[in-house]
């Protein structure tokens, strides 16, 4: 079956961590028995390996295997080696039962000896290592193979959707100066709908009313915020508004969005290959939808050139379409949008660019992620038009931190500013009944 070998865990430190040496130990036996293991099996079988048909004869060797290197190796949970070999053969290594705890968002690793987790808007250290950079990059090359993608130092960098919806993003040296670097957005089966972010405190009751009925009057909205303040997870709870009998057309990078509708079609780019060829970018998939008879389009995010063509869309007979955008602010949002449009090339005047955002969009959704975790909906606010130039905005509700609780998360209070939408009008031509009384200035209460 082998030579038997001692092993000698590495002493190694990363950063202000040191390195529990037993676990070390663990993995750096484990990646051993890993290769004889993969040596003593059928490699093309491996290479297409079945979990369900082949987990008994791996099982069976790595039976052997370890029952012949427990009389030399001493200190090791051999029940829990069995378990994990099998995570090494028919899945993500160290990190697979990462993947199956749904209370986590994102598992990242920085090096083969750090791993952090977000749970609830917050992020963990966790005590899980690989072996070593090696070790790693191995496991960074299954994923990505998975996705039919390659990542070499020829092509350092990739950016892909896993089969269950998750978002990967790996690079590699020479990119990654201290080793292999992975980031896994995790999306559940079951996404947050609007009930849970009513109970979580990111919304009000109020707001959501508003929101629906703006969809039901198909008013064009943007939902900005930083990265992880949660624009993904509201639109796509939002969608329950949308009238089923339409058809809608999602555009994404990575697809992330889980609509609540029935008539979806689902659109992703594709990155170049290899030779530099083949790139479907999101702009060219916004201009292919608008000949696929959709009564909404939705791009997961605006990120380029795109922009315009989602304009045009929305000034166009599109109306009611919806985007997310990353920014700091309402109006970050809006110069973000206008740079976007810049980036097809074409020399437009800034008061016609302004104009063709302030007819195309009426409301702008921002969201944030506040200390301890917790995400708001910030401000929701009206584009009224563009007066001497500049965007004439008008904030309908918002957020106000007042401080700090116990546990370190920020508390606050929700409100509306007074103003009554022009937009109000337009809601209830189209059936919305909203009561003005909800637009009057006071603190909104929340359950």
């Known amino acids: ?29 484990k990646v051993a028995i890993h290769e004889e293991l993969v040596d003593s099996l059928e490699l093309s079988l491996l290479a297409q390996a079945d979990p369900d048909r082949m987990a008994g004869p791996v099982r069976e060797v790595a039976q052997e295997i370890c029952k012949e290197k427990s009389r030399s190796i001493k200190g090791i949970d051999w029940d829990r080696m069995l378990r994990e070999l099998e995570y090494e053969v028919f899945g993500l290594g160290p990190i697979e039962p990462l993947m199956h705890d749904e209370t986590i968002a994102d598992i990242l690793v920085n090096n083969a000896y750090e791993v952090h987790i977000e749970r609830r808007g917050l992020l963990e250290e966790t005590d899980v290592i690989f072996a070593d950079n090696a070790h790693l990059l191995r496991i960074i090359q299954r994923i990505v193979s998975r996705v039919g993608r ?4 020829v092509s350092p960098l990739v950016d892909a959707r896993l089969p269950d919806g998750s978002r990967v993003n790996a690079i590699i040296p020479p990119l990654a100066l201290d080793g292999p670097t992975l980031s896994i957005r995790r999306f559940g089966a079951d996404p947050l709908k609007i009930s849970d972010l009513l109970k979580l405190g990111s919304i009000t009751q109020e707001m959501v009313d508003f929101l629906a009925a703006a969809i039901e009057a198909r008013i064009s909205f943007l939902i900005s915020g930083g990265t992880g303040s949660g624009k993904t997870t509201l639109l796509n709870a939002l969608t329950r508004f949308i009238p089923q009998d339409e058809r809608l057309v999602t555009i994404e ?21 290899t030779e530099g060829a083949g790139e479907i970018t999101q702009r060219l998939l916004v201009r292919n939808s608008l000949r696929m008879r959709p009564d909404r389009i939705i791009v997961g995010e605006v990120r380029g050139a795109e922009a315009l063509d989602m304009l045009q869309a929305m000034n166009t007979g599109h109306e009611g379409s919806l985007t997310t955008i990353h920014a700091n602010d309402t109006r970050d949002a809006l110069a973000r949008l206008e740079m976007m449009v810049a980036m097809t090339g074409y ?18 959704v921002h969201l944030a992620r506040l200390k301890g975790g917790k995400r708001v909906a910030l401000r929701i606010s009206e584009i009224l038009d563009v007066k001497d130039g500049n965007y004439e ?11 700090i ?4 998360t920020a508390v606050g209070e929700f409100y509306a500013t007074g103003y009554l939408p022009k937009c109000l009008e337009r809601m209830k031509a189209s059936g919305a009944e909203l009561s003005e009384d909800m637009f009057k200035k006071r603190t909104i209460a929340t359950d």
């Open 1 to 29: 079956m082998g030579m038997t070998t001692t092993f000698q865990p590495m002493a190694v430190r990363t950063g202000a961590r040191e390195i529990d040496q037993d676990e070390l130990h663990f993995q750096q036996v």
């Open 393 to 403: 905005v008008q904030d309908i509700f918002g957020f106000k931190q007042t401080g």
């Open 253 to 273: 990078d990575s697809a992330e969005l889980i609509l609540q509708h029935r008539h979806v079609i689902r659109l992703e780019t594709r990155p170049p290959n």
């Open 405 to 408: 609780d116990e546990t370190g």
């Open 150 to 153: 390659r990542i070499d130092e």
């Open 347 to 364: 020399e437009l005047p800034v008061p016609v660019v302004r104009q063709y955002v302030a007819s195309g969009i009426r409301l702008l």
